[in-house]
């Protein structure tokens, strides 16, 4: 298996731009996290999903962010209007059971300038 | 609120030098302990998950202990290729839910001069 593949690896875009990043996680994992990481905050978790339903999306940090997973093998966070303060690397990460080992992707780099 | 705390922020060893990573934890319900390495320009990759206090997993020059209020990474006989940045995470109840969600640390990075 490939792992979890995100693309783009890196994204430069202007302020209040469209930004989807989208993700393909592990063939037969049920469970779909995205975190975004930055120097000050760390490791955090935005929302994630169990079998294609979102289940906790406390972390979103405010309605410009949005999630979805259309189906077992896609998912997308999306984010309008975009704003300096969103750079930070986004990552996706799915796992087999809730508790379980969770595999990370390469993550994509945002830079909203 | 959930927290976990690790120490150092930073370490930095010589070659050979054996020494202790700290990750606490203040959290309600913890169902399990992980520990992950991130190199940079990558994604977190999994070490080892700890579930009661007592526990010890082993993993070449790596050893996890977790107690009830923390947990150690312990590092023997270094070498330059176990630089990167340790991550551990506790696996906590997602609120109101039966499910559950892994709460970071800042993570320690660990340097080795050869």
């Known amino acids: 298996d490939a792992g979890v593949i995100q693309s783009p690896r890196h994204e430069v875009t202007e302020m209040g731009q469209e930004v989807t990043l989208r993700c393909k996680p592990i063939?037969?994992?049920?469970?779909l996290f995205w975190y975004r990481q930055t120097m000050m905050r760390g490791l955090e978790l935005l929302i994630y999903?169990?079998?294609?339903?979102?289940?906790?999306d406390s972390g979103m940090p405010e309605d410009r962010f949005s999630a979805k997973m259309p189906n077992a093998s896609f998912s997308t966070l999306k984010i309008q209007p975009s704003e300096p303060r969103d750079s930070a690397v986004y990552f996706c990460?799915?796992?087999?059971?809730?508790?379980?080992?969770?595999?990370f992707g390469q993550g994509t780099r945002l830079t909203v300038v | 609120e959930d927290q976990v705390t690790q120490s150092p922020e930073a370490l930095r060893l010589q070659e050979g030098e054996s020494s202790s990573l700290n990750c606490s934890y203040t959290?309600?319900?913890?169902?399990?302990l992980f520990w992950y390495r991130q190199d940079p320009g990558k994604g977190p990759e999994f070490l080892f998950t700890?579930?009661?206090a007592g526990e010890e997993k082993e993993k070449e020059r790596l050893k996890a202990t977790l107690t009830k209020k923390e947990s150690f990474l312990h590092i023997t006989a270094p070498k330059p290729e176990d630089s990167a940045t340790y991550l551990c995470?506790?696996?906590?109840?997602?609120?109101?839910?039966?499910?559950?969600?892994?709460?970071f640390g800042q993570g320690t990075i660990l340097t080795v001069h050869p």
């Open positions: 990460a799915s796992s087999l059971l809730g508790g379980s080992i969770a595999f």
């Open positions: 063939s037969g994992h049920d469970y």
């Open positions: 999903f169990n079998n294609n339903v979102p289940i906790d």
């Open positions: 959290v309600s319900g913890l169902r399990g």
């Open positions: 700890l579930y009661s």
């Open positions: 995470a506790g696996y906590v109840n997602a609120g109101g839910t039966s499910y559950g969600k892994l709460t």
